[in-house]
């Protein structure tokens, strides 16, 4: 059976499997296809039959809408869920082969969800420091239990993306030796050829930022070049490796080389010319030869063996270090350690003030003894967002067994590369900056969601209350814009209590990502507050003195001192004050619940220092930002936009006084849709 047989059985079951879809991008996949063929017939281990196996290599696909040529690889090695149906299905509702590589419809083959260019490179990043730091932690000298490569595909806008500049940067300072990435260097972007906008030399910018690169200049039918620089590549292992291929986009269709083959189906006509030219039957489609077949479902067979002999060594390993094999695995398997939750600290109300990101040091500096798998650091604000863990050390290319990131100026890079970290298993990846930059952040941050990827965001500074920086750095918009993303848990706690209970709900959360907002000006440590309460998404604080509530004041994070303290006040009202740290979470508690926090014919007024975007959903009137903030000292910053104690009395008092006259509407009853 010849290898350009087996390399055009992909090309054209990429092309049949656009074409039927009228839908997708059939010039990369013909393109890649020796470098696919190579890959998963020579040189990845993997096991179709068992394909969440921990020690497998991983492969990203970066240039995501080739995933024709993923989805086709992934039928032609045995994996199950990857029928020929599944192919003619593509881009289809329902299907498990959508028009971007999603890693949350089948549990095994796609590692990380991508499409968004740039990202898939940057969790690769993440991928590969997971094998180290676990390799650091778990392997012996006579027992490597962890020992896995990352493979990346990645095209040319994957190149001009920042983002994986930012996370490959960090790849080279870190000298990850187990990441190899191919780079698809087709000369084809949308537009046209790269010529138009992207001249520059890849592989000098990449020797540049710390890797080893090699060129194949024949991608296009010489295999044994590409497994051969993959051989090479393996022999580095300081650096992680670049390999430039250089391919011809669309191979064999009448348009080769043309940005017409990038992002539109051949038609009927030129498949068949191609499969005319190469010895194919033109009127067969999705075709795949019984020799061809056998070729590639070889896999199957030699990755049970692989699996097998894994599995052996890890009995052995399990025999002489049992203790270890326990805890390997618990990581793996996603299992949090017994009892961690007593190690959450609680406050008193008599306990001093402090802004909430010092909360959070308290927390994490105790969390992070009891639970070894929560990792991660901050883009280069340590100091300020006090995430240090200090109970370990830095991670870096000497120590890959410390748990602290240090991800310098690059939040983006950051927050991809800690979803490829959440995405490798065993690990509970965090990443800290200042609330305003999380905006930097988003394109990872939204795959965090998309991906349902535990990640936990502690960003800081969260409002106009960081004072004298302005408003280059107050965020305004940035609560409503999280809130607005599906799949993601917004918590901004008010207290001491309140965070333990926010980091309790992002540490159990493991499949959904979560932003937690901390104050830099400190707050009040408020009787009521739980951690307990925080799970609901909002609770009572407060409760009115005298009988059923006349008025309720809803606030989160640093505001809710200034309710607490200015319904204290009104002692001629019956105040009830709610915190409200997570909207998304009180969303999900029972109507009943909802309506005991929010009853019908109570006014309620909102205060939250940020947009006022939303809040009409939880009050009837709000004290809110509908501007930017400005420059000066946090007190009188927070005084000359009304956030004080006594402006959110007086406020209240006139909502209440109005709502005396005009009913106030139920927030919770709604029309059902």
């Not at 027992?143 to 595909?153: A, L, Q, R, S």
């Not at 010319?273 to 056998?294: C, M, R, S, Y």
């Amino acid at each position: 059976m010849s290898q350009e047989k087996c390399i055009n059985t992909i090309r054209l079951l990429a092309a049949d499997t656009v074409q039927k879809a009228s839908s997708g991008h059939p010039g990369a996949p013909m393109g890649m296809a020796p470098m696919a063929y190579t890959l998963w017939t020579q040189v990845m281990n993997y096991s179709p039959t068992n394909p969440l196996w921990n020690n497998r290599d991983r492969f990203v696909l970066s240039n995501g809408h080739a995933c024709a040529l993923q989805y086709s690889m992934l039928h032609l090695t045995g994996y199950k869920e990857y029928t020929m149906d599944q192919l003619k299905s593509f881009r289809q509702i329902g299907s498990k082969t959508p028009g971007h590589p999603e890693n949350v419809l089948v549990k095994g083959g796609i590692e990380v969800t991508s499409g968004p260019l740039g990202q898939g490179i940057s969790n690769a990043v993440g991928l590969a420091a997971a094998e180290a730091h676990f390799a650091a932690t778990f392997n012996k000298p006579d027992f490597k239990i962890v020992d896995n490569y990352t493979y990346v595909f990645l095209g040319d806008g994957c190149m001009q993306e920042g983002v994986s500049n930012e996370a490959c940067s960090l790849a080279g300072h870190l000298g990850l030796g187990k990441l190899i990435a191919l780079y698809d260097d087709n000369n084809i972007t949308i537009d046209g050829e790269c010529e138009l906008s992207f001249t520059e030399d890849v592989c000098k910018r990449y020797e540049a930022l710390g890797w080893h690169t090699l060129v194949v200049s024949n991608g296009d039918s010489d295999v044994a070049a590409i497994q051969h620089a993959i051989e090479e590549a393996k022999k580095v292992t300081d650096k992680p490796t670049l390999i430039k291929v250089k391919t011809t986009i669309g191979y064999g269709s009448k348009n080769q080389g043309k940005e017409k083959v990038h992002g539109a189906a051949l038609g009927d006509e030129d498949i068949a010319q191609i499969k005319t030219k190469w010895g194919f039957d033109p009127n067969e489609k999705f075709h795949v030869a019984d020799d061809v077949l056998a070729v590639f479902r070889k896999a199957v067979e030699v990755g049970q063996k692989k699996f097998d002999e894994w599995t052996e060594l890890f009995k052995k390993y399990e025999a002489k270090y049992p203790e270890l094999a326990k805890e390997y695995t618990r990581r793996m398997s996603g299992k949090l350690p017994d009892n961690w939750k007593a190690s959450l600290p609680t406050w008193k109300p008599e306990d001093p003030e402090k802004g909430t990101r010092q909360f959070s040091e308290t927390v994490i500096t105790s969390l992070s003894t009891v639970i070894p798998e929560l990792v991660g650091g901050s883009a280069d604000l340590n100091p300020s967002t006090l995430t240090y863990l200090k109970c370990s050390k830095d991670f870096q290319k000497d120590s890959y067994d410390g748990r602290n990131f240090r991800f310098g100026v690059r939040e983006h890079g950051m927050a991809a590369i800690l979803n490829g970290l959440a995405a490798y298993g065993g690990l509970i990846p965090f990443g800290s900056t200042f609330l305003n930059f999380i905006g930097y952040a988003m394109g990872a941050v939204r795959l965090s969601a998309i991906s349902d990827l535990g990640v936990i965001y502690i960003m800081t500074h969260d409002s106009i209350g960081l004072g004298e920086d302005g408003p280059t750095h107050q965020p305004i918009e940035s609560l409503m814009m999280l809130r607005a993303l599906p799949g993601i848990l917004v918590l901004r706690p008010g207290d001491g209590n309140e965070v333990s209970g926010a980091y309790a709900v992002a540490i159990e959360n493991r499949h959904r990502p979560s932003v937690m907002a901390l104050s830099r000006q400190p707050c009040s440590n408020l009787a009521g507050t739980s951690i307990e309460g925080v799970s609901k998404g909002a609770y009572v604080v407060r409760e009115a003195e005298g009988g059923k509530p006349q008025l309720t004041i809803v606030a989160s994070g640093s505001e809710l001192s200034l309710a607490y303290h200015a319904a204290q006040s009104l002692k001629d009202l019956k105040v009830r004050v709610v915190s409200m740290p997570s909207w998304e979470l009180f969303r999900e508690q029972p109507q009943e619940y909802q309506e005991s926090v929010f009853p019908d014919g109570v006014p309620v007024l909102g205060v939250e220092a940020a947009s006022f975007v939303g809040w009409r959903e939880y009050a009837h009137s709000v004290i809110a930002m509908t501007g930017f903030g400005c420059s000066g000292p946090f007190k009188k910053v927070l005084e000359k936009y009304g956030f004080t104690a006594e402006s959110v009395a007086e406020k209240a008092r006139k909502v209440y006084e109005y709502y005396q006259t005009v009913p106030a509407h139920s927030l919770i009853k709604r029309a059902p849709l």
